[in-house]
């Protein structure tokens, strides 16, 4: 029973890592219908931010993290602003390409400067070892990924729903023209959403540099994932994403242990039953445009 | 711009330019070529730059002239991705006319290479590569690494003779894993132990947590594991993190999961593993003091097994040409590097004459802090250790 519970645990932790590193894949593919696949490279971005001011300068862990938010969401905008807009218009297609070859060049960037070798970030001594709670085993630096990512998907779903920018990025998605007939200055919004689901990523590649290890082919290495989870949860709402990763970090943990044998397929199993089952995702609409 | 004329031209001369070099001999003979293809990129880079890094130090050290001959490498970046090793030793061979080819990052590198090494009839010094079946591919292959096999069997032995009784295994799925498996398995249960759970963990795998937990209730005496270099990191702290050390569950398992080149960085967590092993840094040999003092003088940072295999490389390299008095025919260096012995930073080293693999000491090494930083001290060792894998049929 403990075992189960503990698996459980794992499963849900792991998940949750996987919806703060999707999610903003979930924007940018769902609400904002833009291809991008370079998504992992501002995950691998934030994980390099809080590892250089982490173990080089000495900054706190906990300091590391913000950073790494505000660090990837800048780079997001200096990008989107240069780059990204340009290609809104064109076929998905070119931005599959374009994304594919700013994956490359991060890669091959990263491995200069950094080196190819794995990258640690130092955690405080809070953060290891586990918790012994009526026998089941809860890894601290897990517990802190599930409060953190908890915390996050209840501000992602009240600034969507409830605030007056929800709104406004809720009309520009939906219908572009009438929104800027309303004053609404739709370039801005979306500068802004990319930029947030830039600076996601980079919180959830610190994060994850502890559990998935962080090196200069992160950002080719887990696509897959990213890809996964925003297909199986549809890529209209944040709801789904964070449901589907969590059936999915769920299944993948309890796959591994259950069945170790097949437990790596058990993943790529519930993702096509899923699709056979419901072709647009678990909370996909089918596409109004 | 190119003008029929023009480009008829260029097609004669290059037709009859490798002609004319190729009758006047003398202009090759003051140079040996050694053409070095190793991983400079990608996941296994840091072993492409360890054998890189041991090559120069050696020129360094010992001159660029062997037996009146300059020796020149030529470094080729194969990304450990078997079809680049194979097109890059072609055209090494074919255009570059290299003497050698060397280095190979990973096992199906070393593999693409054999049948090319055998057309050319010129040596292939494997540097890195592990699998037993390499050598076997071609006539001209010569190994100065080490095979999974050396390292897996003595740990299997060591362990029954040490009091543990019950084993979980947790390997990476791919040859070199299987290997380690294969060859843990069969000198740990003839000496009486019993393996309790056996995982096969996915080479791309992100997350342990899972595995380790089934690790954990297995409730082994030790767990052996054999995953890539690049992964022991991660493996060691989720480990930790789940208590297995806390719990009585060693590790153990060949030592390339505490790479001299990771170990610093895994942090407390590994003090204690066990391994069978090669080579450590703090192999207390003289000539190890040396070399490791020179090679954290040129590089900043201390060498790992790779780095020694390299170094006994191009080392095997030199002693063969001196021993045939520069000449650069394939079968008269293959003939001079059989049966070679040195001596190396690892401790003594011979060439099985039969099977052209090294023959080494293996060691029992424990991780454990000296002066603030962790290394594999060495407690025990296994003498001239040949490959089981070959050597069993």
């Known amino acids: ?289 | 711009m190119f003008n029929r004329r023009r480009i008829l031209l260029w097609g004669a001369a290059s037709a009859v330019l490798p002609g004319l070099c190729a009758s006047v001999p003398a202009w090759a003979e003051d140079s040996v070529k050694i053409g070095l293809i190793l991983p400079m990129t990608g996941g296994q880079a840091s072993t492409g730059k360890q054998i890189d890094n041991a090559i120069k130090l050696y020129m360094q050290q010992k001159g660029d002239t062997v037996a009146g001959k300059k020796i020149e490498i030529i470094l080729k970046d194969d990304a450990a991705v078997p079809d680049n090793t194979k097109r890059l030793a072609q055209e090494l061979i074919v255009n570059d006319k290299v003497n050698f080819i060397a280095g190979f990052g990973v096992t199906p590198a070393a593999l693409a290479a054999a049948p090319l090494a055998t057309q050319a009839k010129i040596p292939e010094v494997v540097m890195a590569a592990g699998t037993s079946i390499i050598t076997e591919r071609s006539p001209y292959i010569v190994r100065t690494s080490f095979t999974l096999a050396q390292s897996s069997t003595i740990i299997g032995d060591w362990a029954v003779k040490n009091g543990i009784k019950k084993v979980a295994t947790l390997t990476s799925d791919y040859a070199p894993g299987n290997d380690a498996l294969t060859f843990f398995k069969q000198h740990f249960t003839a000496g009486g132990g019993e393996i309790v759970e056996e995982v096969k963990v996915p080479l791309a795998n992100p997350d342990f947590a899972p595995f380790l937990q089934r690790m954990k209730d297995a409730k082994p005496d030790a767990m052996f594991v054999f995953v890539p270099a690049g992964q022991g990191g991660n493996f060691m702290k989720q480990y930790a993190e789940r208590g297995l050390d806390k719990s009585g569950i060693k590790v153990i398992g060949p030592g390339d999961v505490m790479d001299d080149d990771l170990l610093n960085n895994m942090g407390d967590a590994a003090l204690g593993a066990v391994t069978a092993h090669l080579y450590s840094a703090a192999h207390p040999s003289a000539m190890n003091k040396d070399f490791v003092a020179a090679y954290k003088k040129a590089y900043g940072n201390r060498p790992g097994f790779m780095a020694v295999s390299g170094y006994d490389g191009i080392h095997l390299i030199y002693e063969a040409l001196k021993k045939t008095g520069g000449a650069t025919d394939g079968d008269k260096l293959i003939e001079a590097m059989k049966g070679m012995k040195w001596e190396s930073p690892r401790g003594p080293v011979s060439i099985d004459p039969e099977t052209r693999d090294i023959v080494q000491n293996i060691y029992i090494r424990k991780v454990e802090k000296v002066d603030g930083e962790l290394y594999n001290v060495e407690f025990a060792t296994f003498e001239a250790v040949k490959d089981s894998g070959k050597t069993k049929k």
């Open chain 1, 1 to 289: 029973m403990a075992s189960i519970l503990t698996n459980l645990f794992d499963g849900v932790a792991y998940g949750m890592l996987l919806f703060v590193l999707a999610c903003g894949l979930a924007v940018t593919l769902g609400l904002m219908n833009f291809v991008n696949l370079a998504h992992g490279a501002f995950a691998m971005a934030g994980g390099y931010i809080c590892a250089v001011l982490v173990n080089n300068s000495g900054w706190p862990f906990f300091a590391g993290l913000p950073l790494a938010f505000v660090g990837s969401a800048a780079i997001g905008v200096a990008l989107e602003r240069t780059l990204y807009r340009h290609l809104y218009r064109r076929s998905h297609l070119d931005q599959v390409l374009f994304s594919i070859g700013l994956v490359f060049m991060s890669v091959a960037a990263v491995d200069y400067i950094m080196g190819s070798s794995r990258v640690f970030i130092k955690l405080p001594a809070a953060l290891e070892g586990q918790i012994n709670l009526f026998g089941v085993g809860i890894g601290r630096y897990r517990l802190m990924i599930v409060v953190i990512c908890g915390l996050l998907t209840l501000a992602l779903q009240l600034i969507l729903a409830k605030t007056r920018f929800g709104s406004r990025l809720r009309a520009a998605v939906d219908d572009p023209r009438a929104a800027i007939g309303l004053g609404i200055n739709v370039p801005q919004v979306f500068a802004f959403t990319f930029a947030f689901g830039c600076g996601l990523a980079g919180l959830g590649g610190a994060l994850s540099a502890e559990i998935l290890g962080l090196d200069p082919y992160f950002p080719l290495k887990f696509m897959i994932y990213f890809l996964i989870v925003v297909t199986v949860g549809g890529s209209s709402s944040i709801t789904g994403p964070f449901l589907a990763s969590l059936l999915l970090g769920i299944a993948d943990v309890a796959g591994k242990y259950y069945v170790p044998k097949v437990g790596p397929f058990v993943i790529y199993t519930v993702m096509i039953v899923i699709l056979l089952w419901r072709p647009n995702g678990l909370f996909g609409r089918t596409a109004a445009r």
